[in-house]
């Protein structure tokens, strides 16, 4: 039988579950609800659900850092703030992801996209989506998707998040020109067998994340009392966090002159100088691509796989778009890197057992201390991260967000949600699964459509 998690159970109790705001916003109900949204439901499991979103943010940062300069020490200053923030508003583990397409354009464009493109891209991008969602369009989209369509985006990104996963595993990474250089060796530091003794051990602890029913579970316990008792200890061991703790150690043995370049201190924050030339290419080669993206993954699947494992905590398209648009409209002035929210990171971090605003706090937290103490000279400790690890937990948070699609129960809706599912990887584009997806679904509707009609629609009985 396989062990639980180190999580707190799914389902809150009614009092969260029905609670609605207050009708009068004042200072003190204001207080009161950040204080619930960062409460901890775990300590260990908050901590340990913190880490589960690091196997996407630090391969994106890095390789942004090693290929375009990034300023490090800023953007883990303003997505430190960003956590904190959205954990006191939306009371889950709401990610604070980096924006995939613009930088995939980056790092692909050698030095015709730039930090200034970048930023411009961002900063476009952030404000359609504030638009989008201001205006109330963003919602009515969300309405408008079917839920077989939502299925087949969150399926794609999370098989997409763990063939990556499996590529960091088995090769060797260039994270500042995004290639593999060859074959991972089986044994070392970062080896092959270190990455798999850490699956196993995420395996063996978390087991594969679901929740048995709650009156099974107290027949099975009372039935074995040793088995309670080893569950209990299991329930304690925060997998994610060790596994991370463990790569921070070998990054320093890996390479201990890093030590040497560790400058203290935070970086300079100053205006990125955006030109008409860096708008212009910025939106072109950067916001476009990664609009249908943020629209999709950011907004729509995040706000359904909140609903799915957060039931009674909906959140809507309106605020989730809203607060991806500011985010962007302030720190993409000062150098900080495009971001958004993701339903993979949702997904990982509740897989190792985030369940509160309070787990991102923590996260945004030691972001801000890094950012302020260690600032960009921070990059030469993750250079030498062990980046099997980075895979083994992004491979876990893509499963994770890959299951949430086992609800497509006829064969109509999982019809739907393949062929989405199977454009967007081949074609590597979301946004084109989409509209592949919306048209397989608007057809089958049309022929179920014409099927219902009653035969005296078609052939009226007595008539020439």
């Known amino acids: 039988m396989e062990s639980r998690s180190p999580q707190v159970p799914l389902r809150r109790t009614a009092e969260h579950l029905t609670e609605t705001p207050p009708s009068n916003p004042s200072p003190t109900n204001i207080v009161d609800k950040v204080k619930r949204n960062l409460v901890f439901q775990s300590k260990w499991a908050e901590l340990n659900g913190a880490m589960g979103d690091l196997g996407t943010y630090i391969p994106i940062v890095l390789a942004l850092t090693l290929a375009k300069d990034l300023n490090l020490g800023t953007t883990l200053i303003f997505t430190g703030v960003y956590n904190v923030v959205t954990g006191a508003i939306y009371g889950v583990p709401m990610p604070v992801q980096p924006m995939k397409a613009i930088a995939a354009v980056a790092i692909s464009n050698g030095s015709d996209f730039n930090i200034p493109e970048i930023m411009a891209a961002g900063i476009c991008a952030g404000a359609i989506l504030l638009v989008l969602g201001a205006t109330g369009l963003m919602q009515l989209v969300y309405k408008l998707i079917p839920l077989s369509v939502v299925r087949g985006i969150q399926l794609s990104q999370g098989l997409s998040f763990a063939m990556t996963a499996v590529k960091y595993i088995r090769n060797v990474q260039d994270f500042s020109k995004s290639k593999s250089k060859g074959d991972r060796h089986w044994l070392g530091l970062d080896g092959l067998v270190l990455a798999i ?64 370049d560790i400058k203290f201190g935070p970086s300079s924050i100053e205006v990125v100088k955006i030109t008409s030339h860096s708008w212009k290419e910025g939106f072109i080669k950067g916001t476009i691509p990664q609009l249908p993206l943020s629209v999709l993954n950011s907004v729509i699947a995040v706000c359904k796989l909140s609903s799915d494992l957060f039931p009674g905590r909906e959140f809507s398209a309106t605020s989730v778009s809203v607060t991806v648009g500011l985010m962007n409209l302030v720190g993409c002035w000062f150098g900080a890197m495009p971001c958004c929210h993701g339903a993979g990171g949702l997904a990982g971090q509740y ?114």
Do not use: W, Y
């Open 197 to 260: 003794v850490c699956a196993c051990f995420i395996i063996v602890v978390n087991g594969a994340g679901e929740e048995r029913n709650e009156g099974e579970a107290n027949v099975a316990e009372e039935r074995n009392t040793r088995r309670k008792k080893i569950r209990k200890v299991m329930a304690t061991i925060p997998s994610a966090f060790i596994i991370f703790l463990l790569g921070v150690v070998l990054a320093f043995i890996r390479g201990p002159k890093v030590v040497n």
């Open 351 to 464: 897989k190792f057992g985030g369940r509160s605003g309070g787990c991102v706090a923590i996260l945004g937290a030691a972001k801000l201390v890094l950012g302020l103490i260690l600032g960009t000279s921070l990059v030469t400790i993750l250079h030498q991260f062990p980046v099997g690890l980075l895979g083994v937990l992004l491979l876990f948070a893509g499963i994770e967000l890959a299951m949430t699609c086992r609800d497509m129960n006829s064969k109509e809706e999982s019809f739907v949600m393949l062929i989405c599912t199977a454009v967007s990887l081949v074609g590597s584009s979301a946004a084109l699964g989409f509209v592949c997806g919306m048209l397989v679904h608007v057809l089958l509707k049309l022929r179920n459509l014409s099927r219902d009609q009653p035969c005296s629609t078609v052939c009226m009985p007595g008539t020439p």
